[in-house]
């Protein structure tokens, strides 16, 4: 029996959520749910978007399912999403892309890992006490010492990266390549005299690589990256990041397999890990059973894969490509025909039907 803290978001994160529980019940693996609140309806009504109650209750489980959550910009709401990833020190964010057959696609047998950094870069600076205060404080000296330099309009973003921070992420995504049988992982950054900052996020991935004589290790301008990935992405296999590069690149890899709907994930820590899709709380759509689920429910698959439930991951798999392939029940943003058009309930039903048919 598996604790797992359950959190349903915002949006359409209820219904995502209820959707990727009733797939994950169907594989027979014994689950408790430990539902816990978070996100902008948390805030609105407790005051504070990420409980401790919530950190302390994913801190105690076995893993954690999460909704998406609402996150807008300005004081005093701050982004859930970054916040409970600084919290639990969640360092890495993994995206696999596949790209299903019966998926419209022209990138078809695409099959790589985005592998990006989550407690460094810009949302690093949030690591700073009094959410940001001190790296506000940073920014005020930069400016007042460079004088005339930087405009008095200006708005500065710091950004940090340490040699140690990305040092583990760099093992965390060899020993992924590793376990998955990937056998290369290429590092996008703009490795330039102007960039600090992503030179030596570069230098240090190129130095741990040699920890693994048997994964071949490369670098690519993160420009040269995004063209790449729009002419050729079956060429990759692991993409290695800092965060904000990851944050653009993760829209890009999802629209390369079919769109936000069909990307699941995991943000891994030191023994924790909460799974996530890419998407957002898409809050046009909530309430209205339209939202696909598939994205959360193979971040569900990931989930039971790190739990070391190897076949019934397989099984959430086996079922997500034999009902993409068959095409005859999906939501609007997959589906082929308008006649295969289903809501976001009846797609897990469904689904729920064809896991509990494979062979455990
Ligand atoms: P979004 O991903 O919520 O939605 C963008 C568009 O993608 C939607 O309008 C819809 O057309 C489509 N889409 C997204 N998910 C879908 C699904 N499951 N099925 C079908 N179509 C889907 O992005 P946004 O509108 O920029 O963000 C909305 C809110 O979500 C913002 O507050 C944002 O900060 C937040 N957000 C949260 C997370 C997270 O919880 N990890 C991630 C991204 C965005």
Redesign the pocket.
Known sequence: MYNITVIP?D??GPE?TEAALKVLEATGVGFSWQRAEMGHEAWERCGNPVPPETVAAIRKSDAALKG?????PGAPYR?P?VAIRLELDLFAGVRPCKAYPGIRTPFAGTNLVLIRGLTEDKAGAGQFPAGGHQARAIIEAVRATAGKAIPADAALSLAICTENGTARLARFAFDYARRHSRHKVTVGVKASSANHMEALFWQVCHQVSKEYPDIECELEAIDVLFLQLVRRPQQFDVLLVPGNNGGLLSGLCAGLVG???MAGGGNYGDGLAVF??????????AGQNK???M?LILSGAYMLRYLGEERAAERVETAVAAQVAEGRCL?Y?VAQTPEAIHGTREVADKLARRVRKIQP
């Open positions: 978001g949006g359409i995502v998406p959550c609402t996150s807008a982004s999403n769109g936000l709907g996530e899709a890419a998407h957002g709380s898409a809050p046009k759509y939202a696909n689920p994205a939501t943003d």
